[in-house]
């Protein structure tokens, strides 16, 4: 793409007075960098992918709130992470982190344990095993 060619669309980047920085070819053909408001159709993606993530944050404190699942999958929903990524971060197998999902599981996490999770999201203990605490 040409310099002159980046885009330059109203986006959420735009608004923050962010600019975003992009390889463009200069009048030479060489590759250069510009800045760029932003991109209609990204800015779209992005969207959808934030709504998405938003909904599935919702559904697991829904599962939470009805007891289905640990407060565990709502953090981890809600620091944007994956089992993978979660059981890396607190040092333990993927199937583990799963297991903590199970309420009856969780309840019976040592302190240990679940001071791995609560530094991991930042949170207390009191917090991770309360998600509207403070609320």
Known sequence: MKKSD????K????????KELCYAVDDKGEY????????QPKTI????AIQEINERIAKAKARV?????????????LHK??????????????WQVKRHFKLKKFNKLSEK????????????????????YGN
């Open 65 to 77: 709130l009805n007891k289905e699942t640990s407060p565990i999958e709502y953090y981890m929903e």
């Open 113 to 132: 344990t679940l001071a791995k999770y609560a530094d991991v999201f930042e949170v207390s203990i009191n917090q991770l095993k309360d998600i509207d």
């Open 32 to 39: 250069t960098t510009a800045k760029s408001s932003g991109w």
């Open 6 to 9: 980046v885009p330059q669309d």
């Open 11 to 18: 986006s959420s980047l735009e608004a923050g007075k962010h």
């Open 45 to 48: 993606a992005l969207d959808n």
């Open 81 to 94: 992470m994956d089992i993978g990524i979660l059981a890396s971060y607190v040092g333990l197998f993927k």
